[in-house]
Nanobody
């Protein structure tokens, strides 16, 4: 297990950019696939992006493909989400999560979660 803390959220105008960070503590971070999810009130947690434990492959939800980029720095125990061309519909609480399962995509595939960071995109 790892402990995860997100940062970097805030208020941005449509078309702008933000970079989220997720700092991890715990020795198992480097063996975990990491993901980003987002959630708005009354809706289920939505998959945003995933990166393999070694950074070798990435996978994105359809709604963010071509706009968001996930990356990680295992030396710093940190995973990032670069968000460009933001839209009002990207407004949500963003969570990072860790998984030790094969090709995780569903929220239930991830076992460690951060507290979330709010992203608000104004039109």
């Amino acid at each position: 297990q790892v402990q995860l803390v997100e940062s970097g959220g805030g208020l941005v105008q449509a078309g702008g950019s933000l970079r989220l960070s997720c700092a991890a503590s715990g020795r198992t971070f480097t063996s975990a696939d990491m993901g980003w999810f987002r959630q708005t009130p009354g809706k289920e947690r939505e998959f945003v992006a995933r990166i393999r434990w070694n950074g070798g492959s990435t996978y994105y939800g359809d709604s963010v493909k071509g706009r968001f980029t996930i990356s990680r720095d295992n030396a710093k125990n940190t995973v990032y989400l670069q968000m460009n061309s933001l839209k009002p519909e990207d407004t949500a609480v963003y969570y990072c999560a860790a998984s030790w399962r094969q090709s995780p995509v569903r929220a239930t595939d991830f076992t460690s979660w951060g507290q979330g960071t709010q992203v608000t995109v104004s039109s």
